[in-house]
């Protein structure tokens, strides 16, 4: 079950997490005449985190809600992500929330969506 803040947003259907790498920036410089270059660690940069999945609920209104509740996380503050495996990813920013398509009807409602994370080091 994938979680936000321990709130269960994520864990009504399958969904799967693609951890990107954390970044590095560096600066680099070259001098005329001599060769190779200088390069300056500047620090380590955040990492992209992609959930994908579907929701699903009883009533097209529970679904609505759910859609609804991650859209309210996208708030521009930091949150703890944890995956189907029990690992927690600390200090996560939703970039953006993309639900599939229109709300589809079945054994219940569905649609299937897409979140961007960016993780802070």
Excluded: K
Excluded at 60 to 82: F, N, P, Q, V
């Amino acid at each position: 079950m994938s979680a936000l803040d321990g709130l269960d947003l994520f864990g009504s259907g399958p969904a799967s997490l693609r951890v990107g790498p954390w970044q590095r920036e560096v600066l680099r410089r070259g001098f005329a005449g001599l060769d190779g270059e200088a390069l300056l660690d500047l620090g380590l940069r955040s990492r992209p985190l992609v959930l994908a999945g579907r929701l699903q609920a009883a009533t097209a209104a529970e679904l609505d809600a759910l859609i609804s509740a991650i859209e309210g996380r996208a708030d521009g503050r930091l949150h703890t992500l944890t995956d189907n495996h029990a690992r927690e990813f600390p200090r996560v920013l939703i970039e953006e929330f993309e639900p599939s398509g229109p709300i589809r009807a079945g054994r219940g409602f569905w649609c299937d969506y897409t979140v961007g994370f960016r993780q802070l080091p």
